[in-house]
């Protein structure tokens, strides 16, 4: 088993940075695929970052975001700047067993444990 909690979310400026994390417990973020996802008001939840022994965005975030993680501390990072209004929503981390080979956005079924989530707002 393993907990994931979000924290490092909040209101900021269109253009502004903000960083999320994860800290897990109970597994070593290591053994796992790590992936970030969000859900905007009344849209479906959908795929941001993932990070195995490769990572991969999704592409209206490339360049924006960096996803990393600190295997000392078990925890993951998504780093965001240039921040767009479009980027409100509630952003949520979660862990696999699946292997991810790369190159393809993973569903949300490939990942087993998820936190609750962290707002992050951007006004225009």
């Known amino acids: 088993q393993v907990q994931l909690v979000e924290s490092g979310g909040g209101l900021v400026q269109a253009g502004g940075s903000l960083r999320l994390s994860c800290a897990a417990s109970?597994?070593?973020?290591?053994?796992?695929?790590m992936g970030w996802f969000r859900q905007a008001p009344g849209k479906e939840r959908e795929f941001v970052a993932v990070i195995s022994w490769t990572t991969y965005y999704r592409d209206v975030v490339e360049g924006r975001f960096t996803i990393s993680r600190d295997n000392a501390k078990n925890t993951v990072y998504l780093q965001m700047n240039s921040l767009k209004p479009e980027d409100t929503a509630v952003y949520y981390c979660a862990a696999g067993s699946t292997y991810y080979g790369g190159g393809y956005y993973p569903p949300s079924g490939e990942f087993d444990y998820w936190g609750q989530g962290t707002q992050v707002t951007v006004s225009s």
């Open positions: 109970g597994r070593t973020v290591s053994r796992y695929t």
